[in-house]
């Protein structure tokens, strides 16, 4: 059983502070930091991009978890592997050819996750699931953070574990959207090794971090 992993989600940080933001957040015990991308094209929501990545980067060794919510992707995974980014993880409706934008996430050296949306079927990652290191399951339809978990997810998550197992596979699966003190214990339950969360662990308990962290982990 894969240790349970937290990377919180920067979306919810205080974006004139996120030098500091990230190093409350390595302080309080965040396994990797989950970056948020939006382009306001594949999602109606603009964020940040590389040069921003290029300057955290030296503020923590912590893996960065970059989350591409942007169409097209394949042109730009260059410039983030270069800004920084150590897991890379596209949405298959965002490339015109998944196998070519895995191969270019490898060859950067970087790894690669694919993200399922909650009406995105498990069928299209199915083929390339012993290639990739992470499924992102969004239990949210990705844009914004503070929405609500969507529970039908659960049995995607059931799903991806039973294929892994019977296949002796090693990816994560990472769920992402909607994560609370209330849920968590049924999304790892059901298979997940990595949370995400950006509302829960920087709003909850007076945006008592470590506790929050400490908290999604042991539930
Ligand atoms: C949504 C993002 C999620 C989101 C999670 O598009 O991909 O990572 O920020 O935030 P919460 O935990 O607030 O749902
Ligand atoms: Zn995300």
């Known amino acids: 059983m894969k240790k349970i992993k937290i990377s919180p989600s920067i979306l919810s940080a205080d974006f004139s502070q996120l030098g500091n933001e990230i190093k409350r957040l390595e302080e309080g015990g965040a396994d990797m930091i989950h970056v948020d991308v939006m382009d306001g094209h594949f999602v109606p929501n603009l964020t940040i991009g590389p040069p921003v990545i290029k300057s955290l980067r030296k503020h923590t060794d912590l893996i960065f978890d970059v989350h591409l919510m942007i169409s097209p992707v394949h042109k730009y995974i260059k410039d983030f592997a270069e800004s920084g980014a150590n897991i890379i993880t596209i949405h298959p409706e ?28 498990i069928d299209i990652v199915e083929d390339f699931l012993s290639e990739i290191d992470l499924v992102l399951v969004m239990s949210v339809y990705p844009g914004f953070g503070g929405q609500k978990f969507i529970p039908e997810v659960l049995e995607k998550i059931k799903k991806l574990k039973t294929i892994k197992e019977k296949n002796n596979l090693n990816f994560d699966i990472e769920v992402d959207g909607g994560i609370n003190f209330e849920n968590c214990k049924q999304v790892i339950d059901a298979g997940a090794n990595i949370l995400v969360s950006g509302t829960t662990i920087f709003k909850s308990n007076n945006g008592n971090i470590k506790k929050n962290i400490y908290d999604l982990k042991i539930n």
């Open 94 to 121: 965002a490339t015109e050819n998944l196998k070519d934008s895995i191969n270019l996430i490898k060859s950067l050296n970087k790894k690669v996750g694919i993200s399922l949306n909650p009406n995105t079927k």
